[in-house]
């Protein structure tokens, strides 16, 4: 595929990089001194509150906006410049808030973002398939649902058969069928070697998705890393739930007495437990010791959603 640069081939090597990065708008430092590094084939997610500067980062690295302070090279292009005008083609966006014509249908529509994008109009049926959307490629847009809409934006990300994709928010107004076809796509882009960042505020949708993510507030990077590593940066506490008989929930206490374990709490039908990190191993021989008691063990990580209010609060 002679439109890959060498960077892209490369898994692992470096394809967007954001140097000391900052927008300021007078006194409102909406990005304020930001690093980031996003690999070949990455699936990277980005997250933060309202107003963290999630947006403003995605406007600047596609060039749309001008930076205040620092550097941004898409596949080794600085951002703007002639150099990334080339590189540009092979970039998909995907906005917040897409601007979709009412009165245009499914397929006229991709057919006017081809042309604005400047690409081949012969691969637009096969995206259509690809998000879901054939079989309302003849209706106007204004027949669409709100999923329906979220998808045709999607659609005219995947035009020209881009190799890095920026995707603001693009599960909002979908259903957890339809989230879960978004992410089989990405998986499927993925495995075809596109890199993709990623914004969401649904936590619990990309914590077992994303490859990596960055941790965003007041317009900094609070974090960046997978989010076992963020896990055990942050080092909270584990929960481990055992499932014992009413009668043994004591035996269980006892067992642990002694051990750096926090709360223990008796819950339907079995005991929740509370330890750091390091003492994982020291409560799991405990608790072995209580020989057939113990029915079944499960071990809870932080959620995503902890690390992050952990890093961003
Ligand atoms: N054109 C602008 N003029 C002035 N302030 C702006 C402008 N664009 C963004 N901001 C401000 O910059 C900050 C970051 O906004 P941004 O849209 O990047 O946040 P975000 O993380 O994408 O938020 P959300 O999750 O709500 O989309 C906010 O305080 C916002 O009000």
């Known amino acids: ?142 027949e669409y649902s709100k999923g329906m809409r979220q998808r045709l934006g999607f659609a005219q990300a995947l035009l020209g058969k881009p190799r890095i994709l920026f995707l603001d928010e693009p599960t909002t107004g979908l259903d957890p069928e339809a989230i879960r076809g978004f992410y089989a796509i990405l998986r499927q882009l993925k495995s075809e070697g596109v890199t993709m960042v990623i914004t969401s505020h649904i936590l619990a949708e990309i914590q077992e998705r994303v490859d990596r993510l960055a941790i965003m507030a007041a317009g900094k990077v609070q974090a960046t890393g997978t989010v076992q590593a963020l896990r055990e940066q942050m080092d909270l506490p584990l929960w481990f739930d055992v499932r014992v008989a009413p009668e043994d929930f004591e035996a269980v206490r006892n067992a642990l007495g002694g051990l750096p374990v926090g709360a223990i709490e008796a819950r339907d039908g079995h005991v929740a437990v509370q330890c750091a990190r390091d003492a994982k191993m020291a409560v799991i021989a405990a608790l072995a010791t209580l020989n057939g008691k113990v029915r079944d063990l499960t071990v809870r990580e932080p959620s995503l959603e902890d690390v992050f209010f952990g890093f961003s609060d």
Not at 18 to 28: L, N
Not at 80 to 91: E, L, N, Q
Not at 110 to 119: E, H, I, N, Q
């Open 1 to 142: 595929m002679a439109d890959i640069s060498p960077a892209q081939n490369d898994p692992g090597a470096p394809v967007i990089v954001a140097r000391g990065v900052r927008k300021h708008y007078g006194p409102i430092h909406a990005v304020d001194g930001v690093d980031l590094e996003v690999r070949s084939g990455e699936l990277f997610g980005l997250i933060g509150h309202n107003g963290a500067g999630k947006s403003t980062m995605f406007k600047m690295m596609l060039g749309l906006i001008p930076l205040t302070a620092g550097e941004i090279r898409i596949d080794g292009a600085p951002v703007p410049g002639s150099d990334f005008r080339t590189v540009r083609r092979k970039v998909g966006y995907l906005p917040e808030n897409v601007v979709l014509y009412d009165n245009l249908t499914g397929t006229e529509t991709l057919d006017f973002f081809a042309r604005l994008k400047g690409v081949s109009t012969a691969n637009n049926a096969a995206v259509l398939e690809r998000v879901g959307l054939m079989h309302a490629a003849k209706r106007r847009v204004r």
